[in-house]
């Protein structure tokens, strides 16, 4: 064997193992991919089970579970049925203010017309404040809860006119020595007083420009001299005088010489000294000393007394007046200028202004089946989802008759000229659709200014158990054949047991139980509300 052969026989035989081991290398790889491959196949079978359902079984898994009895648990509170509904937050009392007729300064009439309006809306409002100007003449608030239903003239009586005299006088005007509820001389000054405070002078209660005064004042003057006339010293005489002398002749023995006869008043003496015989005429004039004739004194005087009660009712009757469409009495102050319904310069066609006085209330209105459960009393909680508070209160008004819904607040008072319906007093309204039963709550504490004008949520306790009760779900408590109430009670064992028990009052879902038997019923034991059909898995039977 050449060198040549022998050296490629061993490289061949240095070459052959390693030939051998690469093939187990590529082996073992085949058996390792088989390996995962069938793994991957594996997870992916499981997988496939898990997301890949018939409907079946989708319908047996996604079916409701197996249910027994519905328990509740036995609770101890005050139970209170409760009504809930909306209201409106309004003020107590609403005026309208629409001074129809006005009578301007110089006594014309015409159409009113709007001169001044100094408020708008939302402003306060302070008793004797001058709100607006009509025609000329002035309107002013006053302290009252009496509307105007006649204009008060001086010689008036009645309480109106002691509403007016207690108005001046919280305003600083003192009505005199007048007694209560008569307009006298002590309420003229006071009103007056008040006219020239807002800047007007008042109208006369008699529009004669005086002349009547005037005429009583000349009447008594005229009778008064009458009466001096027939008192004083007005006598007067007419004497006629006659005379006989001798005419100048000489006497007769038969007479004897005597003095001589006086002449007549007025009459000249005759000539010669003797006796004479002659006429002689003449008049005089004097002023006598008796009094005139009684009869006609008498009537003088009485004269003088008619003419001086004349004057004294003039008198009277003479003064300032309050015109109703001049004046607006509201209950409390300050007020609120809810609404301007005119302006300056506009006719006066209807409100002019809208005030708001006194406490705010809440307004609702009921239906037939709610005014049945509601009266006058009831504790309501008021809940303001604007401010995010509750204040609690108390109904105060249930309308005994329907009503028309008012547009602001309670039973708008028509002001000026006035037809008075009065604020908050839950009358019958005109002219609107029927709302039902006008409802007032009051609240225990003034409501703030910022509920004004708010829909709230009344929450009115119509019925409540006297102190805390027993108190379990309505569906809890059934009646059996013998006509007994009862609840079945569920223990911790699951066992069940009927309970007798009497029911009493019931709101919101919920009744208070008495368990006929003293300590047969506690709270938190577990009752029956209801029993859940048995169910298999996705199939109800």
């Known amino acids: 064997m050449s060198e040549a052969e022998q050296v490629v026989e061993r490289t061949e035989a240095l070459a052959a193992p390693q030939d051998d081991r690469g093939g187990l290398?590529?082996?073992?790889?085949?058996?390792?991919?088989?390996?995962?491959?069938?793994?991957?196949?594996?997870?992916?079978?499981?997988?496939?089970?898990?997301?890949?359902?018939?409907?079946?079984?989708?319908?047996?898994?996604?079916?409701?579970?197996?249910?027994?009895?519905?328990?509740?648990?036995?609770?101890?509170?005050?139970?209170?049925?409760?009504?809930?509904?909306?209201?409106?937050?309004?003020?107590?009392?609403?005026?309208?203010?629409?001074?129809?007729?006005?009578?301007?300064?110089?006594?014309?009439?015409?159409?009113a017309l709007v001169t001044k309006l100094p408020l708008k809306a939302g402003d306060p409002v302070t008793a004797g404040q001058l709100i607006a100007e009509v025609s000329g003449r002035p309107v002013f608030t006053l302290h009252g809860a009496q509307p105007m239903y006649r204009d008060l003239k001086p010689g008036a009586t009645g309480d109106d006119v002691a509403q007016l005299q207690q108005a001046l006088r919280e305003l600083g005007h003192g009505t005199g020595g007048d007694a209560r509820g008569v307009f006298g001389?002590?309420?003229?000054?006071?009103?007056?007083?008040?006219?020239?405070?807002?800047?007007?002078?008042?109208?006369?209660?008699?529009?004669?420009?005086?002349?009547?005064?005037?005429?009583?004042?000349?009447?008594?003057?005229?009778?008064?001299?009458?009466?001096?006339?027939?008192?004083?010293?007005?006598?007067?005489?007419?004497?006629?005088?006659?005379?006989?002398?001798?005419?100048?002749?000489?006497?007769?023995?038969?007479?004897?010489?005597?003095?001589?006869?006086?002449?007549?008043?007025?009459?000249?003496?005759?000539p010669g000294s003797g006796p004479s015989s002659g006429t002689g005429t003449g008049t005089g004039t004097g002023a006598g000393s008796a009094p005139g004739s009684g009869r006609e004194l008498a009537r003088a005087r009485q004269a003088l007394g008619e003419a001086r009660s004349a004057?004294?009712?003039?008198?009277?009757?003479?003064?300032?007046?309050?015109?109703?469409?001049?004046?607006?009495?509201?209950?409390?102050?300050?007020?609120?200028?809810?609404?301007?319904?005119?302006?300056?310069?506009s006719p006066v066609s209807g409100p002019v202004l809208t005030l708001s006085g006194g406490e705010l209330v809440v307004e609702a209105y009921l239906k037939d089946d709610k005014r049945q459960l509601l009266?006058?009393?009831?504790?309501?909680?008021?809940?303001?989802?604007?401010?995010g508070t509750d204040v609690r209160g108390k109904v105060a008004v249930?309308?005994?008759?329907?009503?028309?819904?008012?547009?602001?607040?309670?039973?708008?008072?028509?002001?000026?000229?006035?037809?008075?319906?009065?604020?908050?007093?839950?009358?019958?309204?005109?002219?609107?659709?029927?709302s039902g039963y006008r409802m007032v709550v009051r609240a225990d504490q003034p409501l703030p200014a910022g509920f004004a004008g708010q829909d709230v949520r009344l929450t009115i306790e119509s019925a409540?158990?006297?102190?805390?009760?027993?108190?379990?779900?309505?569906?809890?408590?059934?009646?059996?054949?013998?006509?007994?109430?009862?609840?079945?009670?569920?223990?911790?064992?699951?066992?069940?047991?009927?309970?007798?028990?009497?029911?009493?009052?019931?709101?919101?879902?919920?009744?208070?139980v008495t368990p006929a038997q003293a300590g047969a019923l506690a709270a938190g034991t577990k009752v029956v509300i209801g029993v859940a059909p048995r169910e298999t898995r996705g199939k109800t039977r």
């Open 185 to 270: 001389a002590g309420t003229k000054a006071a009103l007056t007083a008040r006219y020239r405070a807002v800047g007007y002078e008042p109208l006369p209660a008699v529009a004669d420009g005086g002349a009547a005064l005037r005429s009583a004042r000349e009447a008594v003057r005229s009778a008064t001299w009458a009466v001096e006339d027939a008192s004083g010293p007005a006598g007067s005489s007419t004497g006629v005088g006659t005379g006989k002398g001798g005419g100048g002749a000489t006497p007769s023995a038969a007479t004897p010489p005597g003095p001589a006869t006086p002449p007549g008043p007025g009459a000249p003496p005759g």
């Open 311 to 345: 004057l004294a009712a003039a008198e009277a009757a003479d003064g300032p007046m309050l015109p109703t469409a001049e004046s607006v009495f509201l209950g409390s102050f300050p007020a609120r200028v809810s609404s301007v319904g005119a302006r300056a310069g």
């Open 375 to 387: 009266r006058a009393g009831m504790a309501v909680v008021i809940s303001s989802e604007v401010a």
């Open 398 to 434: 249930v309308a005994t008759e329907r009503s028309a819904a008012q547009p602001a607040g309670p039973l708008p008072q028509q002001d000026a000229g006035q037809n008075p319906k009065g604020g908050g007093s839950g009358g019958t309204g005109g002219g609107g659709a029927d």
């Open 464 to 512: 409540a158990t006297d102190g805390e009760a027993l108190v379990v779900p309505v569906t809890a408590v059934s009646a059996g054949a013998d006509g007994r109430t009862v609840v079945t009670a569920v223990s911790a064992e699951g066992t069940q047991r009927r309970i007798e028990v009497r029911a009493g009052t019931s709101g919101d879902g919920f009744v208070a």
């Open 25 to 111: 290398t590529r082996g073992r790889r085949v058996v390792l991919a088989v390996v995962g491959g069938a793994a991957l196949m594996a997870v992916g079978g499981l997988l496939a089970t898990t997301l890949v359902k018939s409907p079946a079984q989708v319908a047996a898994e996604t079916g409701p579970p197996v249910q027994g009895a519905l328990t509740a648990a036995v609770e101890r509170r005050v139970l209170a049925q409760t009504v809930v509904m909306r209201g409106t937050v309004v003020a107590d009392q609403s005026v309208v203010v629409s001074p129809q007729g006005m009578r301007s300064g110089d006594g014309t009439g015409g159409a």
